[in-house]
């Protein structure tokens, strides 16, 4: 099973980067999970049709108990991606983190791996901190591969670096490591030797390389993935380059 986790700065485009890559994963014939590990709980909306998921935090507030089934707190998308989103606790109450943390414990309760039996997992996750709950994909054997999305803005830059920090000191625990980096562009002056000066100095290959593209954007006001909406553009076979080369590096260890 190839386990990935993607981590960057909020609002880098890690949702995007997720989703298209779950669709990617999927269209190759993958059964696929994606789980969005963001309070925002928007990780699957485009692999929904635009249609929110309820998040596992919510269900269990609104219900007062915990869901009996997998069907409860997920929906399948598009390709057959089973899509799940941990959520938070109410605003302004409670730590973001414990979302995570409650919402993995879940689902080891209901077996969702042994029952669904996937071939891809990908979480998506808030990347500015990487502690608490936030590391649980690192830390707890969730995730075996690490994505970081950035672009070559200043602080998300810091982001990328601070989470590469993190999974460093975990390194010698048989945690997660970094994959390398998907660099998403945002145009601005040197992004590219940025990017790339940066990937350098921290030793980490450019794994993923998204140009800023209007189809991404034109497709998310459907509710789709680029890979959903056109397959055959050049921006989706960016997205198919990527679960590619994840698939093979799986497929060599």
């Known amino acids: 099973m190839l386990k990935i986790a993607v981590y960057g700065k909020g609002g880098i485009g890690k949702s995007t980067i997720t989703s298209n890559l779950s669709a990617a994963f999927a269209v190759l014939g993958k059964k696929v999970i994606q789980i969005g590990c963001d309070p925002k709980a928007d990780s699957n909306i485009n692999l929904l049709g635009g249609e929110p998921l309820m998040p596992v935090m919510n269900y269990m507030r609104e219900f007062d108990e915990d869901p009996e089934k997998i069907e409860d707190i997920s929906k399948i998308g598009f390709g057959g991606v089973l899509c799940i989103e941990t959520g938070g606790p109410t605003p302004g109450l409670g730590c973001a983190g414990r979302g995570i943390i409650t919402t993995f414990s879940l689902l080891e309760d209901l077996n969702l791996f042994e029952t669904y039996k996937p071939d891809v997992v ?62 998403n562009h945002r145009n601005i002056d040197d992004e590219e030797k940025k990017v790339k000066d940066f990937a350098n100095k921290i030793g980490l290959p450019i794994v993923g390389d998204i140009p800023r593209n209007n189809d991404i954007n034109y497709f998310e006001e459907q509710g789709k993935t680029v890979v959903e909406g056109d397959p055959e553009l050049d921006i989706s076979k960016r997205f198919f380059d990527l679960a590619k080369l994840l698939i093979k590096s799986e497929e060599e260890k």
């Open 122 to 183: 990908l979480y998506d996750v808030l990347g500015d901190v990487v502690c608490g709950g936030f590391a649980v994909p690192i830390r707890e054997g969730y995730a075996e591969k690490i994505l970081i999305v950035t672009s070559g803005e200043k602080m998300a830059l810091y982001a990328a670096n601070n989470i590469n920090s993190a999974v460093k000191n975990f390194e010698d625990r048989n945690y997660a490591k970094v994959f390398g980096i998907v660099f």
